[in-house]
């Protein structure tokens, strides 16, 4: 049974930082993609940074030169530092993986998801 843990979110002010993190557990033969979501209320779930299994980054453009999207693989943990914290940020922050489990199974799982809110 894959398993994704997340922490980290909270109530920050504007300007200030937050670090979240995704445990990934279970019986996993490899990760692949990993990514960080997010939901504010009214509007639609979008990607905010992806790290490939390469190495790779992308980050939707809000949030360039702020977040970074990293990776402990010993850990099997992701995680997104995330600065310059803006009101617009606020969300509900979701990790999601791309994975080969052991056996028959689903590859992609997500997080229970962690609120983000920054006050002005």
């Known amino acids: 049974q894959v398993q994704l843990v997340e922490s980290g979110g909270g109530l920050v002010q504007a300007g200030g930082s937050l670090r979240l993190s995704c445990a990934v557990s279970g019986s996993i033969i490899r990760i692949n993609a990993m990514g960080w979501h997010r939901q504010a209320p009214g509007k639609q779930r979008e990607l905010v940074a992806a790290l490939s299994r390469g190495g790779t980054t992308n980050y939707v453009d809000s949030v360039k030169g702020r977040f970074t999207i990293s990776r402990d693989n010993a850990k099997n943990t992701l995680y997104l530092q995330m600065n310059s914290l803006k009101p617009g940020d606020t969300a509900v922050y979701y990790c999601?993986?791309?994975?080969?489990?052991?056996?028959?199974?689903?590859?992609?799982?997500w997080g229970q998801g962690t609120q983000v809110t920054v006050s002005s």
């Open positions: 999601n993986v791309d994975l080969i489990p052991y056996g028959p199974g689903p590859r992609d799982y």
